[in-house]
Nanobody
Framework: VQLQASGGGVVQAGGSLRLSCAASGSIFRINDMGWYRQAPGKQRELVAIITAGNSTNLADSVKGRFTISRDNAKNTVYLQMNDLKLEDTAAYYC????????????????WGQGTLVTVSS
């Protein structure tokens, strides 16, 4: 299973970006999908998570500005980021909890390669 993230870039404060992350491979079922971020010198933190039933949970710091969604037919998760702030600058990583056809009764964590978001003043 591979996760391919895209959509990062440089944006001015107050601007918007949309991140995408597509999962591919021997996928039987994807449960939770989410986005995490890691700023320089800081620990990785949860940004947003969405269940297979489309329930969502967002970090307090991004509520009202970020939206997470998914397209199950495309095995893809999105993160719409609006009103970006300087403190949103980080590498963003997607995560998926996947059951494969090889191990259909066991869930494993998979990570994307990270996409960099830089917010400038």
């Amino acid at each position: 299973v591979q996760l391919q993230a895209s959509g990062g870039g440089v944006v001015q404060a107050g601007g918007s970006l949309r991140l995408s992350c597509a999962a591919s491979g021997s996928i039987f079922r994807i449960n939770d999908m989410g986005w995490y971020r890691q700023a320089p010198g800081k620990q990785r933190e949860l940004v947003a998570i969405i269940t297979a039933g489309n329930s969502t949970n967002l970090a307090d710091s991004v509520k009202g500005r970020f939206t997470i969604s998914r397209d199950n037919a495309k095995n893809t998760v999105y993160l719409q980021m609006n009103d970006l702030k300087l403190e949103d600058t980080a590498a963003y990583y997607c995560n998926a909890k996947v059951r494969t056809y090889i191990t259909p009764f066991r869930e494993s964590d998979y990570w994307g390669q990270g996409t960099l978001v830089t917010v400038s003043s």
